[in-house]
């Protein structure tokens, strides 16, 4: 079973950058699709961007394109999210998963994935 640990959000002011780092624990991201999902205050999780493990493909949520970028280091089983000019709607509990069953990014995205690691906040804010 695999686990997906070690996540590092922070405080940040609007237009600057951040990077979310996702460490696996027990096992390694290969074969598994990973993405970044986020939560706002009473609002519904929503799915940042996934990398699918069925076509290789790559999805970001809209309000993100352009901004945020979804990478993986396999040397280092970790996953990041680097987020560049960030908004104040940004601000969230942010959530790394994987899952190991074949799929597109926008699949993940939109229903989510079997294995989720710890969240972290990150704010936005002047």
Known sequence: ????????????????????????????????????FRQAPGKEREGVSCLGNGDGSTYYTDSVKG??????????????????????????????????????GRHYCKYGMDYWGKGTQVTVSS
């Open 1 to 36: 079973l695999m686990s997906a640990a070690g996540v590092w959000g922070g405080f940040v002011q609007p237009g600057g950058s951040l990077r979310l780092s996702c460490a696996a624990s027990g096992s390694t991201f290969d074969d598994y699709a990973i993405g970044w």
């Open 67 to 104: 901004r945020f970028t979804i990478s993986i280091d396999d040397a280092k089983n970790t996953v990041y999210l680097q987020m560049n000019n960030l908004k104040i709607e940004d601000t969230a509990v942010y959530y790394c998963a994987a899952d190991r069953s074949q799929g597109s």
